[in-house]
């Protein structure tokens, strides 16, 4: 064996960017494609690349078992080539959460007048012999309000929740995210500025400060999700003795605009979205967290918060943010959620 022959072959700049360019065409794609199509669809995103320089990337691709070959069918990407497609160019992903945050709230279409449209939600799995344990612990946190309003939908393994399938074996949660919170506001002309996520501190039903703070411009990773992994909350004893740790996340909004705020936050609870837990003065800190002149803060309830408290009780979820658009139509309220749970198998 050659003394070299176990390293890794390196892949920097522009060349690790086209592959990873092919591969995330796959990783989008319903089904297998063909080099034609890969080098059509780079070119109408604006990369200049012929069709024989793709065929040259899905050899090494195969090489590296990123993807296989299916014949005239084309390529259809592996576990492994998801997993580089997920993994890859991490420093082109700081600013993701800044980006999709912003993204989701132009799609959500909820239109308040008609209850009509499209909401944000998080989607969790867990078994469903843990189904109805998991939802008492929700149900919890929804009474105490330490999470986004009081709608949810459950789903059985096979079926959907917006565009999320279900896993075999897995019954699957959804449940508002705040980010609904940005969509209601830019519906109301209010441009808002989304800057971290964190870990806030409650004593006695009130929010006295943040003891961890993740910004969002500097993230690839959903701050929430960090912290409920690594059991830094303790939302089930917030909402049962009034002080614990739960997650929140912190806006700016304009100063001028702070009655029309005031306004969408009353509509967000009148919809079951809820989630404002505080709104700051013109200019003024809020709970010691500055803001710029012309600006004020504005903290709202991690939607995660209700999966926080099902992963405090040792119950084994899988959780992803802002992963999800629903119809709105399609929510229960968590009061009622009995007669859904009644369905699942």
């Known amino acids: ?36 199509r890969i080098a059509q669809n780079l070119r109408n995103a604006g990369m200049d690349i012929s069709e024989r320089a793709v065929r040259t990337y899905l050899a090494e691709a195969d090489e ?44 959500m279409t909820l239109d308040p007048a008609t209850r009509k449209g499209n909401v944000v939600l998080n989607t969790a799995t867990i078994q469903p012999k843990d189904l109805r344990a998991s939802l008492n612990a929700m149900r919890k946190v929804y009474e105490a309000n330490l999470s986004m309003g009081r709608l949810l939908t459950v789903a059985s393994a096979g079926e959907t929740i917006g565009p999320f399938r279900v ?41 006295q400060r943040f003891t961890e703070i993740i910004n969002y411009d500097g993230s690839s990773l959903d701050p929430i999700e960090v912290f409920i ?12 003795t009034g002080s614990g740790i739960i997650g929140a996340s912190f806006r700016e909004v304009p100063v001028a605009a702070l009655p029309e705020v005031r306004r969408v936050a009353v509509l967000s609870e009148k919809l079951g979205l809820g989630g404002i837990l505080a709104l700051g003065g013109p200019n003024q800190p809020l709970l010691d967290i500055p803001v710029p002149q012309g600006r004020a803060g504005l903290i709202v309830c991690a939607g995660l918060n209700v999966m926080a408290a099902v992963v405090e009780e040792g119950i084994a979820t899988t959780s992803a943010a802002m992963s999800s658009m629903c119809e709105y139509s399609a929510l229960t309220d968590y009061r009622e959620i009995h007669s859904v749970v009644a369905s699942i198998k």
């Open 229 to 240: 992994r690594g059991f830094m909350t303790s939302v089930g004893k917030a909402a049962k």
């Open 1 to 36: 064996m050659n003394d070299n022959e176990w390293e890794q072959k390196p892949m920097g700049g522009k060349r690790e960017r086209t592959m990873v360019a092919i591969l995330r065409v796959l990783y989008n794609a319903p089904g297998p494609l063909g080099s034609e």
């Open 167 to 207: 896993p075999n074996g897995r019954c699957g949660i959804g449940t508002i995210c705040s980010v609904n919170i940005n969509g209601l506001l830019l519906r109301a002309g209010i441009a808002t500025t989304s800057r971290f996520g964190g870990l806030l501190e409650l004593r006695d039903g009130r929010p």
């Open 64 to 107: 590296c078992d990123w993807t296989r070959n299916l014949g005239r069918r084309g390529r259809l990407l592996t576990e492994a080539g998801r997993y580089e497609v997920d993994h890859a160019l991490v420093i082109d992903k700081v600013g993701f959460i800044a980006a999709k945050v912003d993204q989701l709230a132009y799609q």
